[in-house]
């Protein structure tokens, strides 16, 4: 049967090139104290289902590639991405809205240019940023046979289509450099912090119409939350794509919209279904 669904509102950060991943056409160039490397690379592999059961649609990451912004900055210098994915830099506070959009520019280490889809696959030209710690770091590490993975920095939401949890992807920010090779182990995605959804929603011209508020509570109904959780076929997949189990169910949204989960540090936002949002509604209405 087929089935498109909203999941929920998310911030994403995992690696989105090949398992296998190939460097073509590298040159170097070190002259007058420039040293930088040039190369293509796969940033993105399309309509393949990665090791945490997500797949991304070709058609949609090219459309959010081929925006004005986008396009000024491939155009003018190329678009910079970091060395590794932003991170709290204190435990107990996430990252702000602000900080997930903006490049940090004392930590590029590379910058993409004149992206192409080719096949399933999205191939783009990279140069080393040669005026920062981390684009020396790439560099020099690319010169040692060191072949780079790249990750997509984005705002999307994720949806049921044909039966396959499928990324939407609302916009870019960019890709980044990370660490660790395999697709197979890729980061996890991340939800935005449930303070900031509403406001990183409206900064991309996106998507949740409804605010669920900075000030949501959860309710700690175990037997009605373990219903929810394992019933809805939202919060199936969710908790399939994420490994969480009925420890991660936390409560519901002020509005008894959406199921929270909690995944480390970060709050998901799992939209249920209107049968499941129903039966929430009648059990807690029968606790007062």
């Not at 395999?182 to 449930?194: G, K």
Request: with cysteine; hydrophobic share 35%.
């Amino acid at each position: 049967m087929k089935r498109n669904s909203d999941l929920g509102f998310l911030y994403i950060a995992e690696q989105t090139s090949p398992e296998q991943n190939e460097v073509k056409n590298f040159d170097v160039t070190n002259k007058d104290g420039v040293f930088f490397v040039d190369f293509e690379s796969c940033i993105h592999s399309f309509d393949v289902m990665n090791r945490n059961i997500r797949m991304y649609d070709g058609d949609n990451v090219m459309e959010c590639l081929n925006t004005e912004r986008m396009n000024h900055y491939f155009s003018h210098g190329g678009l910079f991405g970091e060395q590794n994915h932003p991170i709290p830099i204190y435990k107990d506070r996430p990252l702000s809205p602000e900080r997930i959009q903006d490049i940090d520019m004392n930590n590029t280490s590379h910058k993409i240019f004149r992206p192409r889809r080719q096949g399933n696959l999205l191939i783009a030209r990279i140069q080393s940023d040669a005026g920062t710690a981390a684009g020396m770091n790439l560099a020099k590490k690319m010169v040692q046979g060191f072949i780079p993975g790249f990750s997509c920095r984005a705002i999307a939401s994720m949806s049921m289509k044909n039966g396959k949890p499928v990324v939407d992807v609302r916009k870019i920010i960019t890709y980044d450099w990370v660490l660790f090779q395999s697709h197979r182990e890729a980061e996890q995605i991340q939800s935005v912090p449930n303070k900031f959804v509403h406001k990183v929603a409206n900064a991309v011209n996106e998507y949740v119409t409804e605010e669920t508020g900075s000030e949501d509570v959860s309710v700690p109904v175990s037997q009605i939350l373990e219903y929810a959780g394992y019933k809805d076929v939202n919060a199936q997949v969710v908790m399939e794509a994420f490994e969480l189990d009925k420890t991660s169910l936390v409560g519901f949204s002020r509005d008894n919209k959406h199921i929270i989960m909690k995944d480390s540090d970060n709050t998901i936002y799992c939209n249920m279904l209107p049968e499941t949002r129903n039966k929430v509604n009648d059990y807690l209405r029968s606790l007062h």
